[in-house]
């Protein structure tokens, strides 16, 4: 079986940083985009930032500036470095992967997120 496994999620100042960080492991032949979602209370789940395995990224208009993804394509992991973080920002973030497990078959896969919260 496949695992997205999350982890750096917790209580982040206004104005420092974070660091948040998702391997996949498991029966895994192949990975294409892998990205991060958010979803706060009341609000419905949306796209922070995606990026191909050849590294093309793409990032909602709110988080620009801000945020970097970034991926290591030998460990299978994928990275969100999230700078100046604002209580908007505060949700829970799932990470997500296109992959293809041994039996060749394309599907989309989620981990079980991880809470970021942002003090005002």
């Known amino acids: 079986q496949v695992q997205l496994v999350e982890s750096g999620g917790g209580l982040v100042q206004p104005g420092g940083s974070l660091r948040l960080s998702c391997a996949a492991s498991?029966?895994?032949?192949?990975?294409?985009?892998m990205a991060w979602y958010r979803q706060a209370t009341g609000k419905e789940r949306e796209l922070v930032a995606s990026i191909s395995r050849g590294g093309i990224t793409n990032y909602a208009d709110s988080v620009k500036g801000r945020c970097t993804i970034s991926r290591d394509n030998v460990k299978n992991t994928v990275y969100l470095q999230m700078n100046s973080p604002k209580p908007e920002d505060t949700a829970v973030y799932y990470c997500?992967?296109?992959?293809?497990?041994?039996?060749?078959?394309?599907?989309?896969?989620w981990g079980q997120g991880t809470q970021v919260t942002v003090s005002s």
């Open positions: 498991g029966s895994i032949y192949n990975i294409n985009t």
């Open positions: 997500n992967a296109g992959l293809q497990t041994f039996d060749r078959i394309w599907r989309n896969y």
